[in-house]
């Protein structure tokens, strides 16, 4: 019962442990790596099946009438978008490849949209879910209107189109957000019953996006375990996503506070898609920036945790 009860109130480091144990397991030890080797890549095509699970049970706890977008909204897609350009203006002032890759990994942190499971972690910890539902959406289709502006200033190779990057985020607004959104408003409107006994599981979809969690870390620390960098380069490229991701959340924090929605703001701003961003980096910028969306993944998933602690300690956060 003690086991159980220390996995209920730190689930979120337990599933980056676990994640990161099996990984190692699977392809360290000579036996088991054939099985890691088949298993492994279908465990991550698992992940947009676990989300759109999650944000399906998420949805069905929210009315029609509760979706408005709010002022706040807008201005951290300001302020994502001012935090980006700097960015690239930095990328622009360097002539050392080295600094020009660890840059590129701090602005990939900035740039990559809100991710689609950051309505659970606000619906724990006491926000709104519906504010976050509406952020979410906005980012990113806001997301495909600024990544073909700026990713050919950061890569003078990036081959990328403005209408390439607007399909590409749509769908997956679509598949991830859109579609589970209309089956839960609909099992609201018709299957009152179900959305009933899934609003009653308050822990139901944290407890899937624990079990996409673990997955997720067995695939970051297969990313950074494979990079090819120096020491020094990997020890930055690890640190410099903390600094970012307090960064991150305290202005989301700030801002919402200012329209009394501190949690969601912080929620908004600063938990990422990393797997978004990941994908970005492999696809259009330089590969070994990757480290930095990967090491900004277990930051944000520290913090979260430390922030269900307190909200579980002290009943409410201050801010």
């Known amino acids: 019962m003690a086991f159980l009860a220390f996995i209920k109130k730190w689930t979120l480091l337990c599933a980056i442990v676990f994640g990161s144990l099996v990984y190692l397991l699977f392809s360290q030890v000579p036996m088991l790596q054939p099985f890691g080797n088949i298993v492994g890549p279908h465990l991550v095509d698992v992940m947009p099946v676990l989300i759109f699970l999650i944000l399906y049970v998420t949805f069905c706890k929210i009315r029609m009438d509760d979706f408005r977008p709010h ?99 749509l769908k997956r607004v679509v598949m991830v957000l859109v579609v589970p959104l209309c089956l839960a408003l609909l099992t609201r409107r018709y299957l009152p019953k179900v959305a009933g006994w899934f609003k009653r599981r308050k822990n139901l979809a944290f407890y899937i996006w624990s079990i996409n969690l673990s997955i997720l870390m067995g695939f970051t620390l297969k990313t950074m375990l494979h990079a090819q960098l120096s020491s020094h380069m990997l020890l930055l490229m690890l640190i410099l996503p903390l600094f970012i991701c ?74």
């Open 71 to 169: 002022k706040w909204h807008f201005w951290l897609q300001g302020i994502r978008t001012a935090l980006s350009a700097l960015a690239v203006l930095a990328i622009l002032h360097t002539n050392d490849p080295e600094q020009k890759v660890l840059l590129e990994g701090i602005f990939i942190c900035v740039i990559c949209p809100t991710a689609a499971a950051a309505a659970v972690i606000t619906e724990k910890l006491g926000g709104s879910i519906a504010s976050m539902t509406v952020y979410t959406i906005i980012a990113n289709c806001f997301t495909s209107l600024i990544i073909p502006l700026f990713f050919p200033m950061v890569e003078k190779a990036a081959d990328i189109t403005f209408m390439l990057a607007f399909f590409m985020v």
């Open 246 to 319: 307090l960064a991150l959340f305290g202005i989301g924090k700030f801002v919402g506070h200012q329209y009394g929605d501190s949690i969601s703001g912080g929620q908004a701003l600063g938990q990422k898609n990393t797997i978004v961003g990941i994908w970005l980096t492999i696809t259009f910028l330089n590969p070994l920036a990757v480290i930095a969306p990967c090491a900004y993944m277990i930051w944000q998933n520290v913090i979260n945790t430390w922030q269900l602690w307190y909200k579980e300690k002290y009943g409410i956060l201050k801010w």
